[in-house]
């Protein structure tokens, strides 16, 4: 079974703050990365993709990924109370086969 | 921009009944998916969608679901009989060439009563 794990949370932080979001896969073959940006009873909205290892910046989104620990993870700088969401990790595999298994998803708060 | 596009937005329906919801993709990709969510739980893998085939289906993709394509814009997901189990949000999504961005269309909230 393949699974990708994230902290349900909620994570708090205060507006300003850097929002550290984690995600683990099981899948060592895991080839693409994206994180998705989900407010309630919306539909997920792409925030970033990544597919080496290393850091990718994007505005005030940062995401990292490390093949070798199975671990990507988000960060986002100046957090804004407009960024409190849940944020959803997605991962696709190695196969031919496309689809993307999605985190439970971290619920982020940004107090004013 | 370009979005996918998915009618309705919300679908009450009697258990037994049958149910279509629609979805729009984006002009040129060529993957489609459905997924669905459960309130309150994760986003779930249906069914994918490539070539004018099913390239891979989950296990909650039973007999009483299917898909198709039927004209070069529409792909919609067809529930036989429907359970109050299957209430959930439905979300159809697209990409372009193998391994881009997959986006999501708005979500159809199914509430089978």
């Known amino acids: 079974q393949k699974e990708v794990e994230q902290n349900s949370g909620p994570l708090s932080v205060p507006e300003g703050a850097i929002a550290s979001l984690n995600c683990t896969y099981s899948d060592r073959g895991s080839q693409s990365f994206f994180w998705y940006r989900q407010y309630s009873g919306k539909s997920p909205e792409l925030i970033m993709s990544?597919?080496?290892?290393g850091d990718k910046e994007d505005g005030r989104f940062t995401a990292q990924l490390n093949k070798a620990s199975q671990y990507v993870s988000l960060l986002i700088r100046d957090s804004q109370p407009s960024d409190s969401a849940t944020y959803l990790c997605?991962?696709?595999?190695?196969?031919?086969?496309?689809?993307?298994?999605f985190g439970t998803g971290t619920r982020l708060l940004v107090s004013p | 921009e370009p979005e996918v596009t998915q009618t309705p937005s919300h679908q009450v329906t009697q258990m037994g009944q049958e149910v279509i919801l629609r979805c729009v993709p984006i002009?040129?990709?060529?993957?489609f998916y459905w997924y669905r969510q459960i309130l309150g739980q994760k986003v779930e893998f249906l069914v994918s969608f490539y070539n004018n085939e099913i390239s891979e289906k989950s296990e909650i993709f039973d007999d009483q679901f299917s898909v198709e394509r039927p004209d070069g814009s529409n792909f919609t997901l067809k529930i036989r009989s429907t359970k109050l189990e299957d209430s959930a949000m439905y979300f159809c999504a697209s990409h372009g060439t193998a391994n881009t961005e997959a986006f999501f269309g708005q979500g159809t909230r199914l509430t089978v009563v």
């Open positions: 002009s040129n990709h060529l993957y």
């Open positions: 990544i597919y080496s290892n």
């Open positions: 997605a991962v696709r595999g190695n196969t031919g086969f496309q689809k993307l298994v």
